[in-house]
Protein backbone atom coordinates (compact mmCIF):
# COMPACT_ATOMS: atom_id res chain seq x y z
CA UNK A 1 0.00 0.00 0.00
CA UNK A 2 1.37 3.63 -0.87
CA UNK A 3 0.68 6.34 1.76
CA UNK A 4 0.50 9.95 0.87
CA UNK A 5 0.21 12.27 4.35
CA UNK A 6 -0.76 15.89 3.67
CA UNK A 7 -1.92 18.59 5.58
CA UNK A 8 0.83 19.99 7.73
CA UNK A 9 1.95 23.68 8.10
CA UNK A 10 2.69 26.88 10.14
CA UNK A 11 0.18 27.33 13.09
CA UNK A 12 0.12 29.55 16.37
CA UNK A 13 -0.33 27.90 19.94
CA UNK A 14 -3.90 27.12 20.02
CA UNK A 15 -4.74 26.39 16.63
CA UNK A 16 -5.94 23.46 14.22
CA UNK A 17 -4.81 21.12 11.62
CA UNK A 18 -6.03 18.44 9.73
CA UNK A 19 -3.43 15.96 8.40
CA UNK A 20 -4.51 13.41 5.87
CA UNK A 21 -3.37 10.23 4.67
CA UNK A 22 -4.52 8.98 1.46
CA UNK A 23 -4.24 5.64 0.64
CA UNK A 24 -3.88 3.35 -2.59
CA UNK A 25 -2.58 0.11 -4.16
CA UNK A 26 -4.69 -2.27 -1.56
CA UNK A 27 -7.53 -2.84 0.27
CA UNK A 28 -7.25 -0.14 2.68
CA UNK A 29 -9.50 -1.42 5.40
CA UNK A 30 -7.33 -4.39 5.82
CA UNK A 31 -4.88 -1.95 7.75
CA UNK A 32 -4.57 -0.40 11.15
CA UNK A 33 -3.19 3.10 10.67
CA UNK A 34 -1.01 4.87 12.99
CA UNK A 35 -0.32 8.73 13.11
CA UNK A 36 3.60 8.71 14.28
CA UNK A 37 5.74 12.49 14.73
CA UNK A 38 9.22 13.05 15.10
CA UNK A 39 10.54 15.96 16.43
CA UNK A 40 14.52 16.98 15.61
CA UNK A 41 16.80 15.27 17.66
CA UNK A 42 14.04 13.25 19.07
CA UNK A 43 12.54 9.68 18.74
CA UNK A 44 9.67 8.80 17.02
CA UNK A 45 6.50 9.10 19.10
CA UNK A 46 3.29 7.44 18.06
CA UNK A 47 0.50 9.91 18.32
CA UNK A 48 -2.72 7.94 17.57
CA UNK A 49 -3.74 4.52 16.09
CA UNK A 50 -7.04 3.37 14.44
CA UNK A 51 -7.68 -0.24 13.73
CA UNK A 52 -8.77 -1.32 10.78
CA UNK A 53 -12.33 -1.05 11.13
CA UNK A 54 -12.29 2.23 13.07
CA UNK A 55 -13.42 1.03 16.38
CA UNK A 56 -10.64 1.00 18.21
CA UNK A 57 -8.43 4.15 19.20
CA UNK A 58 -5.43 5.05 20.61
CA UNK A 59 -3.98 8.20 21.89
CA UNK A 60 -0.42 9.30 23.38
CA UNK A 61 -1.19 10.83 27.11
CA UNK A 62 0.19 13.85 25.06
CA UNK A 63 -2.48 14.70 22.70
CA UNK A 64 -5.41 13.16 24.69
CA UNK A 65 -8.27 15.58 24.40
CA UNK A 66 -6.85 17.62 21.38
CA UNK A 67 -6.77 15.26 18.85
CA UNK A 68 -8.97 13.01 17.25
CA UNK A 69 -7.64 9.79 14.73
CA UNK A 70 -10.43 8.79 12.20
CA UNK A 71 -10.58 6.67 8.96
CA UNK A 72 -13.32 6.87 6.13
CA UNK A 73 -12.43 3.01 4.27
CA UNK A 74 -14.78 4.51 1.13
CA UNK A 75 -12.07 7.21 1.03
CA UNK A 76 -8.91 5.27 1.57
CA UNK A 77 -7.82 7.98 3.80
CA UNK A 78 -7.43 8.26 7.48
CA UNK A 79 -7.36 11.79 9.15
CA UNK A 80 -5.88 13.58 12.55
CA UNK A 81 -8.22 16.27 13.30
CA UNK A 82 -5.31 18.17 15.57
CA UNK A 83 -6.74 21.38 18.43
CA UNK A 84 -5.26 23.30 20.70
CA UNK A 85 -2.07 22.93 19.50
CA UNK A 86 1.38 23.35 21.63
CA UNK A 87 4.69 24.46 20.54
CA UNK A 88 5.71 20.88 21.24
CA UNK A 89 3.34 19.53 18.71
CA UNK A 90 5.93 20.64 15.90
CA UNK A 91 7.10 17.52 14.13
CA UNK A 92 7.05 15.88 11.27
CA UNK A 93 4.16 13.47 10.84
CA UNK A 94 4.25 10.37 9.06
CA UNK A 95 1.42 8.21 8.82
CA UNK A 96 2.00 4.21 8.65
CA UNK A 97 -0.09 1.28 8.39
CA UNK A 98 0.26 -2.30 9.08
CA UNK A 99 -2.05 -5.40 8.15
CA UNK A 100 -4.18 -6.84 10.88
CA UNK A 101 -6.80 -6.61 13.16
CA UNK A 102 -4.87 -4.74 15.99
CA UNK A 103 -3.70 -1.86 17.51
CA UNK A 104 0.49 -2.14 17.29
CA UNK A 105 2.40 -0.01 20.11
CA UNK A 106 5.28 -0.27 18.50
CA UNK A 107 6.49 2.50 14.93
CA UNK A 108 8.45 -0.60 13.91
CA UNK A 109 5.75 -3.35 13.24
CA UNK A 110 3.90 -0.72 10.67
CA UNK A 111 5.30 -1.68 7.34
CA UNK A 112 4.09 0.96 4.96
CA UNK A 113 5.37 4.59 5.59
CA UNK A 114 4.10 8.19 4.21
CA UNK A 115 6.76 10.51 3.15
CA UNK A 116 6.01 12.76 6.66
CA UNK A 117 4.44 16.25 6.76
CA UNK A 118 5.75 18.58 8.79
CA UNK A 119 3.29 20.68 11.45
CA UNK A 120 5.38 23.59 13.27
CA UNK A 121 3.71 25.28 16.05
CA UNK A 122 4.90 28.67 16.93
CA UNK A 123 4.69 30.63 20.23
Known amino acids: VQLQASGGGLVQTGGSLRLSCAAS????????MVWIRQAPGKERDIVSI????????YYADSVKGRFTISRDNAKNTVYLQMNSLKVEDTAVYYC?????????????????WGQGTQVTVSS
Open 25 to 32: GRTFSRYA
Open 96 to 112: AAREGEGTYLYASLYDY
Open 50 to 57: ISRSGTIT
